[in-house]
Every structure is written in structure tokens, then in C-alpha cells.
């Protein structure tokens, strides 16, 4: 006999779940009229209903702007971003429209704000070439460092699928300046291949949920989510390092020490929920994806995501040189169970890891 309470608890989570898509319009099929009646109400309600309903906002300036009613864009952008000036995006394009009409200057520090915080790259090429093209340096300027470096040490970073060069670059120079050895960035990326494990393989690990979610497949909506889940995942570390390890051999008469892959996609080992990186002697792996601004509903910020990736980057370079983790709470290199102990940590290293460090490098030269 079926249990009663069973049956309710199931029908909770089936209206909770066919709910989750409720509400949600699809950019293909809106209705102009409806959008422009229902922003003209949230323009004219507070900051907190304005800030709830900014997405209406930003499409409907959009659409204007595809049509060529570029006033009204520039009106719509300018309300939607008082109320979430961290829409990069959307200052970008305030920008291009506000250049377009005369208004140079801030256009200008509009394109500089984006080039100095952006972490998407696509919206750091267009800020550069804008400035570019106006006869200024990017904001975006990499200091090299002024520490003489051990040439003759060098840790080779491998792109693992698509990775933002720029911040790539970045991250370079700043691990060179904590490491005090060479760093290089191979040009070419590794092909990862499909993910190891789903999102879906995550949250059907028993019978009890498989069997949910196979019911739950049957409501048209839910099992569209559940399709976006499949399609989004996790690389193992451990076979992202064979990968590393079979594409490139050290040489003992070499100055590389070491591989270090990096990728913007989450990364696993074993039974682990997630990895910010994975490493042994002479080989390493790390993932970016848990430090975007995107993943952590965050103000994006170029300058902490390239301290988080450093902090981890240092991590990881320390087991390639074959040198175990320290116990030092504040030190760069600690152990961090969620990002915010990440956070939390320094961005120097402690006297053993420095000592343990010369050691090292002094042998091997």
C-alpha cells in the first residue's frame, strides 16, 4: 500500500519543481507591448522593485536598440544601470551609444571601468580595442615584475579548453613575482574532451533520486532543465593530468619542472564535490570556475579573480616542485575547504614555504 504522506511530499516537490520555469519568457517569443507596459510601471515604482525587475529593463533597451531607436536604448541602459551599474555588459554598450552621440568623455570612463573589472573576454577585447582605437593604452596594463627570476626553473602553464588569455596572462606574471621563477604559457590548448560526470550524475547518486528524476522527466519544462544539466559538468582532474602527462615530457637536462593545466571548467577527483586544483610531483591541474564573479553572483572583478587563481596557482606549483603543504593558516599556500576560507587567506608566503622553496630551487639548479 502506498504511503499517504509519501504521495503528498511527492506532489510538493512536483509543483515546487514544474514551478521553477513559471514566469520565464523566452527572448524569442515576447511580446513587445506587454515588455514596454510592464517597465514603464517598475520605472516608475522604488529602487527595490526597479533592481528586482532590471532584466525587463536591459532586454526592452535591446530590442530598442536592434530597431534603431537608439534615444530610447540610451534612456533605458542609463535607468537599468543606477540600480545595477555592475551590468558590464550593459555599460559597454552605454558606452559605444554614448560615443556615438558626442559624449566622449563618459564614454571613455565607462569603457575604462569595464576594462579594468571585466572577467569575460570578450568584453575585455572590445573595451581594449575602443580604447585602442582612441590612441590610449588599455586600462588593463600588465606590470612585469622587477624580481630578477631563476630562468633556469620554469613552470609551464597549458590551457585546458578555452581560457581567457588575457587573465592568463596576467595571472603569469603575478605567480612569477610570488615564485621568483619563470612561468610560461603554451600557446596551443588541450582538447578536454566530454565532461566525466554531469550535473545530473551529481544528484542521482541513489536509486531513491534516480527514480524522482525519471518521473519528474515526464513534465516537459522539468525535463528540459534536467537536458541543461546533463549537458553541463565536471572534468576529472586525475585524468586531465594523464592527459598533461602524455602530451608533455620533462626532460632532465630541461629548465621546465613542471606542467600546470588550467581550465574555466569544474573539475572533480574521486568522490570530491569540486576541486580549485589538483597536483603532484612535476604535474598539476586547477580550475577557475568557482573564482568567476558569474558562479558566485558577485560585482565581476578582474583583480580578485586573478588573486584567487594566483593563490591557487602557488598551491599547486608547490606540489610540481615536490614540496608538501604547510600549516600555517595565513599563509598563501593553506588549505582552504570553500572560498571563503580561500578568501581569507594572505598572498605571501610564510618563512617555511619561502625556506622550503629556496631549498629546492637550490638543488635542482
Known sequence: MVNKSCIIKL??????????????????????????????????????????????????AEIYEKEGKDKDAMFLYQEGLKVNSWR????????????????????????????????????????????????????????????????????????IGKVNKYLLSEVKHKLQEKMGISYSVME?????????????????IDTKRKLLVSFLRLIPEQNKRFEELENQGQFNASRLILELKDNYIIEKVSKVKGYLGITRKDIFNGNSNFLFGWAGKDYGVMSYHRFLATFNQEPPNRSRLCDRIVKQGVSSSFFILGIP?????????????????????????????????????????
Not at 191 to 200: A, E, V
Not at 331 to 358: F, V
Request: glycine content about 4%.
Open 11 to 60: 506532489l510538493i516537490i512536483l509543483f515546487l519543481c514544474s514551478g521553477i520555469c513559471t514566469g520565464v519568457e523566452e527572448k524569442s517569443s515576447i511580446d513587445k507591448e506587454k515588455l514596454k507596459k510592464r517597465v514603464e510601471l517598475f520605472l516608475k515604482e522604488n529602487n527595490v522593485t526597479l533592481r528586482r525587475n532590471v532584466e525587463d529593463v536591459f532586454l526592452l
Open 88 to 159: 558590464l555588459d550593459y555599460q559597454s554598450k552605454l558606452a559605444q551609444l554614448m560615443y556615438k552621440y558626442g559624449d566622449k568623455k563618459q564614454a571613455v570612463e565607462k569603457v575604462k571601468i569595464v576594462s579594468q573589472y571585466a572577467e569575460d573576454e570578450e568584453l575585455l577585447i572590445k573595451a581594449e580595442e575602443f580604447l585602442f582605437n582612441l590612441g590610449m593604452n588599455p586600462v588593463k596594463s600588465i606590470n612585469k615584475t622587477e624580481r630578477k627570476l631563476i630562468k633556469d626553473q620554469e613552470i609551464v602553464l597549458v590551457p
Open 325 to 365: 603543504r604547510c600549516t600555517n593558516p595565513t599563509c598563501i599556500r593553506s588549505y582552504p575547504h570553500n572560498l571563503t576560507e580561500h578568501d581569507h587567506k594572505g598572498m605571501e608566503l610564510c618563512p617555511w614555504c619561502r625556506e622550503q622553496l629556496k631549498l629546492i630551487l637550490d638543488r635542482k639548479r
Open 188 to 204: 596551443e590548448e588541450i582538447d578536454p574532451g566530454k565532461f566525466d560526470r554531469s550535473y545530473l550524475d551529481k544528484y542521482t
